[in-house]
């Protein structure tokens, strides 16, 4: 395939002058579409001391910043090393970030990563936008914005690397959720907090900041709004329809759903619709939001590129044949027949060449069978050199292993449907017929309408797997063992129960401990229990050092040689009692640096990252019947010590898998879990939350709040019963210790309301509007003292500022709004007197929608039970039964008359409406209507029947 011919453009690295004039002359170049021609950039950044290609070489400065680009085996092009040369002269930053915006709008222009193509085949832009957020991060929204819907799978690596280095160094800062939310790509958004399949790199999602951080909520719903409507979210080539609200909000966290990324648009919206996050729907959250957007844009927020707009030229279908696929086609000739296969391929002409088609072992291949192919496997599918690749790793790789017949797909190339469908068959068996991976079908089969799934099972009938492939494939999914995973697989190789026959993996002693606990039939104990010994204890010892080593951000010591020791004795049975308590004492201080019992500490995270699961579960088998000596026990004494109740959802995930979302019966699990040491405290805690979180789980009947009604009478009827399980609910979370107490109050007023909650949630807010932290308290018992009424000085709220408000309206448990309907009438009154008059955001204290449905019921205007329905949110419907009462509580306050007229045109009925205008008339106050905006004088004259207002 011939390639453009390359244009040069000069620069000389340490001259002011000649950085600026190459910037500009490239940024001409991307406006005016001369930079690219049949999709690759043709421009050739040289040196003119030299001559030469730039290259790292021709640096002085910045060269650490290449770093992570070399780490990922790129080669760092010409406009990577003339931003990195440029940026160390500050004069010549608004040069480096306008030539940024060129390249970030040509991109959106394309949406193609297979039409942005630069040296070494790779794709222009986002290196050097990744080098530009390092300097200066206020411009890390760009590299976001770089990453169009439109990129070939096999475009993924390394570039999603890119914004998840940059949020491993910085965490969640405003800036890098800027990024994400000026990202189109929903893998790159999600890229960022995982950048791998696997969990064992995982960072804090998006959506488990918010919940720790509830001051960037509120910031983070208006930065959504901004972005939206400064620009709308590209589609993809396919043109799904897509919701962009919802689109960012699904890709917050990966919800525990680990097959959720295989589907579609609509697939994705309608497991997601009722899935709970910050008490409610995450559904709910969008379109609340999505509502609010849509009344003030003034077009569409989605959209098609202007490449396809426009009908440009250089369409997809006019592309050169990918590269990478002729080097498949080259890979298939070189197989025994290779030129009937390639035949087959091509025009679908039947061969016994393909039925005499034998297993192939990838690992084997030399590079000089099929030396494209044999470097398209060593760059995107072996991490460790293609003769690492196993036949069942290319398996559940193969959407990436056939990524360039899927282009062809994309672009719609004449048969490219029957020719994928042919590379399939030949693939398939080539690996040995295995069954596809369900991402096979989701991501490519279904999209591209290449065949219906029944046909594409009949099609491909599988081999009868081995134990050892289905322990590996288990091994690289260890979220989805459970004890019924292991029953399954006993039922399926009932023979197979020999350890020499298992994988070296961790997974395999799990599956062999739980053989040894439930006796299985045929099996030899006394082999298996020696499996074990040799194994276990060293798979634990590893597992755990591993996670520690994961936590080294944490840990500016590390764990010494002597501890790693204690720690090895103390797994393997040995060691003194002294050891064990030293070495808990160090994993608490290195795992817990801020608060021993919090579910957001690393320490928590390392049962939540499910690494640990296998060798959990093994523990838990072989303690449960006595077996394995002290190791499965004390590993079971370390996890309690450290992470208690995400230890006891842990084991009960492996008996009840979906506890969480189903209402599952877990009372079961109770006495087997304390015989194993769980104190019955921290049971007690633990089925409290369950019983909570199931009530509250959006959709569940007045069935699913039964347990949690009879724990809350018990806590009426005996207060020494409600502080001990006030204290372990603590010790579990302090935002469910404070849900439940307002449940409590909510079922029982007699029992008051805990105030502790309310002033956290006050301290949130002001610290969400204070720009000096050091105001925080100061200003925090300022207020307390007005608002109690031991003082009558409201300068307080001064220290807020001027502009709009955060944090009173956010749909989260620890939100002043949730508590101002609830609160004593005196205090709620001077609190609302203060907040409502600072500006119009600060009515959202009264229409927090939680806060309301927490209002009908402590009213009697609904049943506890209908919190989990969408009934307790109608405060504001012409049927409200409060309206009334709002208005009238409103209108006895001194409140500024001109935002209580904006709050009730923009959320009361019109009969509240008029009575407030006339009520104005009343008092000689129209006035105020000059300070509306001209849509809200419409609106508000269309309400009066058409009066002019100002007349």
Same mark, same amino acid.
């Given at each position: ?104 709008? $040509? ?51 390394? $570039? ?61 719903? *208006? ?234 099972? =009949? ?101 010494? *040689? ?5 720690? =090895? ?140 009604? =009879? ?229 508000? =004259? ?10």
């Amino acid at each position: 395939m011939t390639k453009p011919l390359l244009s040069p453009l000069w620069v000389q690295l340490d001259s002011s002058a000649s950085l600026a004039a190459a910037l500009a002359q490239y940024r001409q170049l991307l406006d005016s579409h001369q930079a690219f021609e049949g999709g690759r950039l043709i421009l050739d950044f040289r040196n003119a001391d030299n001559g030469q290609p730039l290259s790292v070489d021709d640096l002085t400065i910045n060269k650490p910043l290449l770093e992570r680009s070399l780490a990922l085996g790129l080669h760092p092009l010409g406009e990577t090393l003339l931003f990195a040369a440029a940026l160390v002269r500050a004069e010549l930053h608004q040069e480096v970030v306008a030539t940024a915006q060129a390249m970030v709008a $040509y991109s959106r222009r394309v949406n193609d990563s297979a039409l942005l193509l630069a040296d070494h085949d790779q794709v222009f832009g986002a290196e050097a936008l990744y080098v530009l957020a390092r300097v200066l991060p206020q411009y890390s929204y760009l590299l976001g914005h770089f990453f169009t819907p439109s990129w070939d799978s096999h475009h993924y690596w390394p $570039y999603r690397s890119f914004l998840y280095d940059l949020l491993k160094r910085k965490g969640w800062e405003r800036q890098l959720i800027q990024a994400y939310l000026w990202c189109d790509n929903g893998h790159f958004r999600r890229a960022m907090y995982a950048e791998l399949s696997d969990s064992a790199n995982r960072l804090p999602s998006l959506a488990q900041h918010l919940q720790e951080h509830p001051e960037d909520l509120g910031w983070f719903k *208006d930065e959504l709004k901004r972005r939206l409507l400064a620009a709308p979210m590209l589609l993809s080539h396919r043109h799904e329809e897509l919701n962009p609200v919802l689109a960012l909000y699904q890709d917050l966290d990966s919800w525990d759903q680990p097959n959720l990324w295989h589907l579609d648009h609509q697939q994705q919206a309608t497991l997601l619709a009722h899935l709970p996050w910050l008490d409610l729907p995450l559904a709910h959250h969008a379109q609340q939001l999505l509502d609010s957007i849509l009344s003030e844009a003034q077009y569409p927020l989605t959209a098609i590129c202007e490449r396809e707009r426009q009908g440009w030229v250089q369409d997809k279908r006019e592309v050169e044949v990918p590269e990478a696929y002729l080097d498949l086609l080259t890979f298939v000739g070189s197989l025994p027949d290779g030129a009937a296969l390639q035949s087959y391929v091509e025009t679908g002409d039947n061969s016994p060449a393909l039925d005499n088609l034998a297993a192939f072992d990838f690992a084997a291949l030399e590079r000089e069978q099929a030396p494209g192919f044999y470097d398209y496997l060593d760059f995107w599918l072996a991490d460790e050199g293609v003769s690492s690749l196993t036949n069942q790793a290319l398996t559940e790789a193969a959407p990436l292993l056939l990524a360039a017949a899927e282009t062809r797909l994309e672009r719609g190339a004449p048969d490219a449907k029957d020719q994928y469908l042919r590379l399939l068959d030949i693939v398939h068996r080539l690996l040995g017929r295995p069954i596809w991976p369900q991402g096979l079908l989701e991501q490519v089969i279904k999209p591209y309408q290449l065949l219906e799934e029944d046909a594409f099972v =009949a099609r491909y009938p599988a081999k009868p797997r081995s134990l050892m492939a289905d322990l590996c494939s288990l091994a690289e999914r260890p979220y989805q063992l459970s004890a019924q995973v292991l029953a399954r697989l006993l039922a399926e190789h009932p023979r197979e129960l020999a350890p020499a026959g298992f994988p070296d993996l961790p997974l395999a002693r799990t599956y062999g401990a739980y053989l040894l606990a439930k006796d299985a039939p045929g099996l030899d104990q006394e082999a298996m229990a020696s499996y074990l010994a040799q194994h276990l204890a060293g798979d634990l010892f590893q597992a755990v050092l591993a996670q520690l080593r994961c936590q080294d951000s944490h840990n500016d010591e590390g764990i010494s *040689d002597a501890d790693q020791q204690r720690l =090895a004795l103390y797994l393997a049975g040995e060691g003194q009692t002294s050891d064990a308590s030293h070495l808990k004492g160090q994993l608490l201080r290195w795992l817990h640096p801020e608060a021993p019992y919090s579910d957001q500490q690393p320490g928590y995270r390392l049962l939540a990252e499910a690494a640990l699961l296998p060798q959990l579960a093994a523990c838990y088998w072989l303690a449960g019947a006595g077996l394995g000596g002290q190791t499965p026990q004390r590993f079971l004494d370390l996890l309690l010590y450290l992470a208690p109740q995400y230890l006891i959802a842990s084991l009960v995930a492996l008996e009840c898998p979906g506890y969480q979302q189903q209402l599952l019966d877990i009372r079961h699990m109770g006495e087997p879990l304390l015989r194993l040491g769980v104190p019955r405290s921290q049971w007690s805690a633990f089925t409290a939350a369950t019983h909570l979180r199931q009530a509250l789980l959006p959709g569940n009947g007045p069935a699913a709040w039964q347990p949690l009604l =009879a724990l809350l009478d018990n806590c009426a009827a005996s207060p020494p019963f409600a502080e001990a399980l006030f204290r372990g609910l603590g010790r579990r979370s302090e935002q469910r210790q404070w849900q439940f107490q307002l449940l409590l109050h909510l079922r029982h007023p007699q029992v008051p309301l805990a105030m502790a909650p309310f002033w956290r949630a006050l301290g949130h807010f002001i610290q969400a509007n204070l720009a000096d932290p050091d105001w925080v308290a100061p200003t925090l018992e300022a207020l307390r003292c007005y608002i109690e009424g031991q003082s009558d000085d409201d300068s307080a709220l001064k220290a807020l500022g001027q502009g709009p408000l955060a944090g009173l309206d956010q749909e989260h448990l620890l939100s002043p709004g949730h508590y101002f309907w609830l609160l004593p009438k005196a205090m709620a009154d001077r609190l609302a007197t203060l907040l409502l008059n600072h500006s119009l955001s600060g009515y959202q204290l009264v229409s927090a929608h939680q806060g309301l449905a927490y209002a009908r019921v402590h009213q009697g205007l609904l049943p506890l039970t209908a919190l989990s329905s969408d009934d307790a949110l109608g405060l504001y419907g012409e049927q409200s039964q409060n309206e009334e009462a709002l208005f009238e509580r409103l209108c006895a306050l001194p409140l500024r008359q001109d935002l209580l007229l904006r709050f009730a045109l923009r959320q009361l009925p019109a009969p509240q409406v008029r009575r407030l205008f006339y009520r104005l008339q009343e008092q000689d106050q129209t006035s105020v209507l000059e300070t509306l905006s001209i849509a809200e004088q419409d609106k508000l =004259a269309g309400l009066m029947e058409g009066w002019s207002l100002l007349a």
